[in-house]
């Protein structure tokens, strides 16, 4: 008997092999993918084998008594399903996975009347404190607006204008690659420059009252942002 009908005839198509771990469509498909799982024959691409991927039973028992293994209490009061927790920490799948498998949780339960993935309850709180990434100690566009002080359309028209130059970080906590501005770039930016707004708030005068004494004594803006003339500090403290 050809070897791949063996496989064939001791292993579990997708959609069984889903069910034999609990996992939902894209959970088994992440399995997959980062190698906690692997098909023992078909992948699609083959004319030789005429079904789906195959999955061995004991290579999925394996996986499931591993997870089983970092079970730690019998109730699970406070804690939530795979998918939840992920919401709630905003980690990865694959993250938590590893994070079970390692043995290094201190809350993780399993459902009663549940199979496999779908019965493991985690600690949102642990998997957020574990999976957090490190702070950049970058200046968000939120933050910028109370720093500089400036509106949020003056601080997009810096950075957009190359001004206010900007890099992409990774959020720490929400993961996703958002636009800020290192310390030594805002620091540059503001011994350099002073927007008339800022200026006038420290000399508290109106705006229109202090463009007039700077005009008057030949000082011009170096550019203007959103409406907001900017001046070379280096200009306006002989003011």
């Keep these: 008997m050809p070897e791949h009908t063996l496989v064939a005839k001791s292993s579990l198509n997708v959609p069984d092999a889903k069910a034999y771990l609990g996992a939902e469509r894209v959970q088994f498909e992440m399995l997959v993918k980062h190698g906690f799982i692997q098909p023992v024959g078909g992948n699609g691409a083959s004319?030789?084998?005429?079904?789906?991927?195959?999955f061995s039973p004991d290579d999925l028992d394996t996986l499931l008594r591993r997870l089983k293994a970092a079970d730690t209490r019998a109730d699970n009061n406070g804690l939530s399903d795979l998918r939840e927790v992920m919401s709630?920490?905003?980690c990865t799948f694959a993250e938590v996975i590893e994070l079970v498998l390692s043995g290094t949780l201190a809350k993780v339960s399993w459902a009663a009347g549940e199979t496999g993935l779908a019965a493991i309850r985690l600690d949102a709180d642990e998997i957020k404190a574990k999976t957090i990434g490190d702070d950049h100690g970058c200046f968000s566009l939120r933050q910028l607006v109370t720093v500089i002080p400036a509106s949020s359309k003056i601080i997009k028209a810096l950075i957009e204008g190359g001004?206010?130059?900007?890099?992409?970080?990774?959020n720490p906590v929400k993961r996703n690659m958002q636009t800020v501005v290192e310390p030594g770039a805002l620091e540059a930016f503001m011994n350099q420059y002073l927007s008339l707004g800022n200026f006038a708030t420290s000399r508290r005068t109106r705006t229109w009252n202090l463009k007039r004494n700077l005009d008057d004594a030949g000082i011009e803006p170096i550019f203007v942002a959103?409406?907001?003339?900017?001046?070379?500090?280096s200009d306006i403290e002989r003011v």
């Design 163 to 170: 001004r206010l130059p900007a890099v992409k970080r990774r």
């Design 226 to 233: 959103a409406e907001m003339p900017f001046y070379l500090r």
């Design 47 to 54: 004319a030789e084998v005429a079904v789906d991927r195959r």
């Design 88 to 90: 709630k920490a905003g």
